[in-house]
């Protein structure tokens, strides 16, 4: 008996002594904002990706993985303006979770945060994927991740206010290495500016608009149609008038219109790792925009 008193006592003790778990669980559409929530957060939150570096965000399928995952959450994080319009809504309403509904604390989506690009004066779905309320992939500029961090950051501390202290001071240094991380950006990508470059999708408009260069073309005819071998000769023969520097493509594109494009041409091709996970070297967001620019000015040299 004296044994079995002994060994409930010392399990008790090594319950006690077992690290707690995560105060927040964060369910993050996209690399990036699990990323941006994993800095803010520490070892205060759990955060979940729905989707890889290697998974295109506009496609993605309402797994029963994905479904189960997201009845825990307490904070739901997307890009928003309708770049998950095809999966989180049914996600959403499959969850029963009542923490991370639209207009719930829990509910965040990145984009509403930053002034965004390409909003279509016209809605006809003849034109492509447009989203009404602009282009959502504001990631791709370092400024935005500025401006949408200290908003997560309150809204970490209001889901969990016990660690709030804690979201701030991490949200604190956080910001103060971005800042310090975007002015050496921002110098090393000078010669990028006006430089002429082929997307394959727009979803590195925030990243040319912030370098300063220059959209010229895009493989897709138009947003989210995949290329056409009539689209690929158009651009063959408008790359002979109005060259174009560089290609660049993000690892969920397929590499074939790209390369087909680059030696037609003679324009080299660069995939960018677009997120976390992107490349090898994108382990972080630092080393997504550290590893983009350093792929960019070797292929413009």
């Known amino acids: 008996m004296k044994a079995i008193l002994k060994f409930v006592v010392a399990l008790s003790s090594a319950a006690i002594a077992l690290p707690s778990a995560a105060a927040l669980n964060v369910f993050a559409c996209e690399p990036e904002w699990g ?3 994993q800095e803010l957060g520490g070892d205060k939150v759990s955060v979940y990706l729905a ?3 290697l998974q295109d965000p506009h496609r993605i ?5 994905l479904i189960a995952r997201i009845r825990s959450a307490d904070l739901l994080i997307c890009s928003g303006s309708e ?3 095809g999966w989180i809504p049914l996600l959403l309403t499959q969850s029963g979770n009542s923490k991370i509904q639209l207009g719930s604390p829990g509910y965040f989506e990145a984009s509403q945060y930053v002034v965004k690009l390409e909003i279509p004066k016209v ?4 034109l492509g994927d447009i989203h009404p309320g602009g282009n959502p992939h504001v990631h791709t500029d370092p400024r935005n991740i500025a401006k949408i961090a200290p908003v997560l950051m309150e809204r970490m501390a209001q889901i969990d206010p016990a660690n709030a202290d804690s979201y701030r001071s991490r949200g604190k240094s956080f910001l103060e290495r971005w800042q310090t991380a975007i002015a050496r950006w921002e110098r090393q990508a000078a010669p990028l500016k006006g430089v002429p470059v082929v997307v394959y999708h727009k979803d590195f408009s925030y990243f040319i608009n912030w370098t300063g260069m220059h959209e010229a073309a895009s493989l897709e005819p138009k947003p989210g149609i995949p290329p056409t071998p009539s689209h690929l000769a158009e651009l063959i023969d408008q790359m002979k008038r109005a060259p174009a520097k560089v290609i660049i493509y993000s690892p969920y594109n397929s590499p074939q219109a ?3 494009l680059s030696s037609r041409a ?3 091709a660069v995939m960018v790792p677009f997120t976390v996970g992107g490349t090898d070297k994108a382990k972080d967001l630092f080393g997504v925009f550290d ?3 350093t792929r960019l000015l070797g292929a413009v040299k």
């Open 35 to 37: 990323a941006l929530a």
């Open 266 to 268: 003679n324009i080299p």
């Open 291 to 293: 590893d983009t620019i």
């Open 83 to 85: 770049l998950e319009i």
């Open 123 to 126: 809605i006809d779905r003849s």
């Open 258 to 260: 790209a390369e087909f």
């Open 51 to 53: 989707t890889t570096a």
């Open 61 to 65: 399928e309402a797994r029963p993985s």
